[in-house]
């Protein structure tokens, strides 16, 4: 709805009705269309001001509706009405003008913005363009480079930098509204015709052809395979060389390609997967977010190595006071610069005062009895994780939440050491903690739902995509990510290089391919995994390690590399060769094709051809075949999590969705066929053999991914 009003007798005040964020609904854009059209006619009415209900402008297009059949004023022709009229329009906006909201306020005469607003054109991210006049009319405002940047990137910027750029003509500390009313009684009877950007040529820099070629040479870099970015790119470009109407029609030739496209389900489908998974919803039915969280004012810290500083960062910046203990002095006093260095840099960006009051540096336990909860971030090893636990036991009080950041750890086993074993979760945390956006809550056996909904509302409090997920070895990410890492070590014994395994992933859309990102990690941290599950040990032949390990097929080419000290960038050698010792720049190593060459003959193995389609096809298959198992296992509520977790937290590409969209989007009958065909090569792996949930999906006729939870039968929900 869009509600009509006068005000100062002589200015039309129209609302835009449709909370949260007064997206622009089929209803809203009747509402506004008609609204507009009733100022203009009205002879009493000189100036037009367009705000938005409840301090919100406009949040943009409504995405409920890009899966409906078109209903309602076209929003493009509604706009375009709006710049024609022949009484100033003035944008009130207020905290947001996102996407079509941005594009409204654009074909408004006049912008005015209230301080604290954040302006944008995020339709990237949906795998789409602004396509209601943002690629035309933005770059005859802003100039070309300023209009590339804020629409291939998507991202928000505030009123200040808004003011800069000309993209608002005021900013108020006040009443964005009554600021608004005063512009437009003040612009009453000046010429409309400069105000009309449709109206504008496009200021264009000295060399366009080389700003063109430099922006998407690195729009490509960054987009890793997306389209929408480059399409972005290309109807800024005709918004500099064409008429407006014929960049126009370019806008929306480019929009019809993208709005049907894979892509862009993929990303839209994120979106309400992000959404979604935040709600916690459970296979039998049951939702976590029944249980009150816990006020959490005060937390600790336990060990401040890379993963506990990012940890107390995340906290502290959440504005929560942090006890940070370590139990050496030379670890503590590493911790304490570390941290402090991170929140004054963070700070310093941000234009703020870093707020360090709120942590305190301690060698002792003792310190933490006070705390609400505490994240354990100790050495990846059982014995220490139950002796600390132990501690926390007779340290905290009863009431207090004992959380572990275990990456795939038993949390009932831990909790078995406690006086609290309800009170007990695991919050795996990813590396670097301050940054990655991902949180997986490890449920376990005994885990309240009061502490399970803490640990998500905690999550969610420090900026995270918190994803509950259920206690099994390795959780939902590692659990999957063994398999995808066997498969790249399989195909390095069949005849692939790294570089080629990984130039085939890095072509799919990942940021790294598996072995830069194995080299980035520490080849040493799966080492020492294999050694605690017992695949390494003394029965172990130095001198030729068994292909074949509690019963299936395994690799020992990573141990070996270990073995001789390439242990990543840490060593400056792994996969890849590095400059120096923690270098970053990976170039193939010639060593390392001589030692395949050695192993395949050691062992007997003809090298072969391995094609990019069988790389991809057996690395992300068998992540979406562990993920149908993890579905029947209930330790994931439903797919979405699943594809969650990976695209926030293992560099999965949005545009592809997830990996178990993305089996969805290939068709489940491929993958199931695909995957016999890859079983029947390799029966000695056992997770290549298509998972029982897979198949009945496929019998089922494969349907929709929102639909696939049906299918589970009697799953016992490990949540």
């Not at 099994?472 to 890492?485: A, D, E, I, S, T």
């Not at 009945?696 to 006729?701: E, M, S, T």
Request: glycine share 10%; aromatic share 6%; hydrophobic share 40%.
């Amino acid at each position: 709805m869009a509600r009509y009003a006068r005000t100062r007798g002589s200015i039309a005040l129209i609302t835009l009705t449709n909370p949260p964020v007064n997206a622009l609904s089929a209803v809203v854009r009747k509402g506004i269309t008609e609204a507009v059209a009733r100022a203009f006619k009205d002879t009493q009415v000189k100036a037009v001001v367009l705000c938005g209900e409840n301090g919100k402008f406009c949040g943009g297009a409504d995405i409920r509706e890009f899966a409906k059949p078109m209903s309602g004023p076209p929003l493009v022709p509604m706009i375009h009405a709006i710049e024609a009229g022949e009484k100033p329009v003035v944008a009130a906006i207020e905290e947001m003008a996102l996407g079509g909201g941005l594009e409204l306020a654009l074909g408004c005469h006049y912008r005015v913005a209230h301080a604290k607003a954040r302006l944008g054109l995020p339709e990237v991210a949906l795998g789409l363009l602004p396509a209601a006049g943002g690629t035309q009319r933005l770059p005859r405002l802003t100039g070309i480079p300023a209009a590339l940047d804020l629409i291939t990137t998507g991202r928000h910027i505030s009123a200040q930098e808004a003011l800069k750029l000309g993209i608002v003509d005021r900013v108020t500390e006040g009443n964005a509204v009554e600021a608004a009313v005063e512009l437009a009684l003040s612009v009453v009877g000046r010429p409309l015709a400069p105000r009309r950007l449709s109206n504008r040529a496009t200021p264009l820099p000295a060399d366009l052809d080389g700003v063109f070629e430099e922006v998407l040479v690195q729009v490509k870099r960054r987009a890793r395979g997306a389209m929408a970015p480059v399409a972005c790119v290309k109807a800024v470009r005709a918004a500099a060389e064409l008429p407006y109407s014929r960049g126009m029609e370019c806008e929306r030739e480019l929009m019809n390609t993208l709005f049907t496209s894979g892509q862009a389900r993929a990303l839209q489908y994120c979106f309400f997967a992000q959404r979604a998974a935040g709600k916690w919803s459970l296979p039998n039915g049951a939702r976590w977010d029944n249980s009150r969280p816990r006020a959490v004012h005060t937390a600790g810290v336990i060990g401040l190595g890379t993963m506990g500083r990012g940890i107390a960062v995340c906290l502290v910046k959440a504005g929560i006071s942090v006890v940070a203990v370590e139990t050496e002095e030379k670890q503590l006093d590493l911790g304490r610069r570390a941290v402090k260095g991170m929140l004054e840099r963070d700070a310093k960006r941000r234009g703020v005062t870093a707020p360090l009051h709120l942590i305190t540096f301690t060698l002792s336990l003792q310190q933490l009895r006070d705390v609400d909860l505490v994240i354990e971030a100790v050495f990846e090893d059982m014995a220490l994780k139950k002796s600390v636990f132990t501690k926390l036991s007779r340290v905290c009080r009863p009431n207090t939440l004992l959380c572990t950041n275990t990456s795939g750890l038993d949390v009932d086993e831990l909790a078995s050491v406690t006086d609290r074993p309800p009170l007990v979760v695991g919050m795996h945390f990813f590396a670097p903690a301050h940054v990655m956006k991902l949180l997986e809550v490890v449920c376990g056996p005994r885990s309240s739902p009061e502490a399970v909904a803490t640990a998500m509302t905690m999550g969610k409090r420090l900026g995270k995509v918190s994803i509950a997920v259920g206690n099994c070895p390795g959780f939902v990410g590692n659990r999957m990510l063994k398999l995808y890492l066997d498969q790249a070590h399989f195909l390095l014994e069949e005849g692939a290089s790294p570089e080629q395994v990984d130039q085939a992933l890095e072509e799919f859309g990942f940021a790294l391919g598996i072995f830069k990102v194995a080299d980035l990690s520490g080849l040493d941290i799966g080492w020492r995994v294999r050694k605690a599950a017992g695949q390494i040990g003394p029965d172990v032949d130095p001198k030729f390690p068994s292909r074949h390990r509690q019963g299936r097929r395994y690799c020992p080419l990573p141990d070996l590399m270990c073995e001789q000290g390439r242990l990543g960038q840490k060593s400056g050698r792994g996969w890849y060769l590095y400059d120096s010792v923690g270098g970053k720049e990976a170039r193939p190593d010639p060593a390392i094709s001589s030692f395949l060459q050695e192993y395949r003959l050691r062992y007997g193995i003809s090298a072969r051809p391995v094609t990019a389609q069988e790389v991809v096809e057996r690395c992300v298959f068998v992540l979406a075949n562990e993920g149908f198992r993890i579905l029947e296992d209930g330790m994931a509520a439903g797919p979405e999590d699943i594809d969650m977790v990976y695209v926030f937290g293992y560099g999965w590409p949005r545009h592809r969705g997830g990996p178990m969209f993305h089996a969805a989007q290939v068709g489940l009958a491929t993958v199931l066929q695909r995957l016999e065909f890859y079983h029947g090569q390799n029966p000695d792996v056992p997770h290549l053999q298509p998972s029982t949930l897979l198949r009945r999906l496929v019998g089922a006729g494969s349907p929709p991914i929102q639909q696939w939870k049906q299918h589970i039968r009697s799953v016992h929900s490990q949540l």
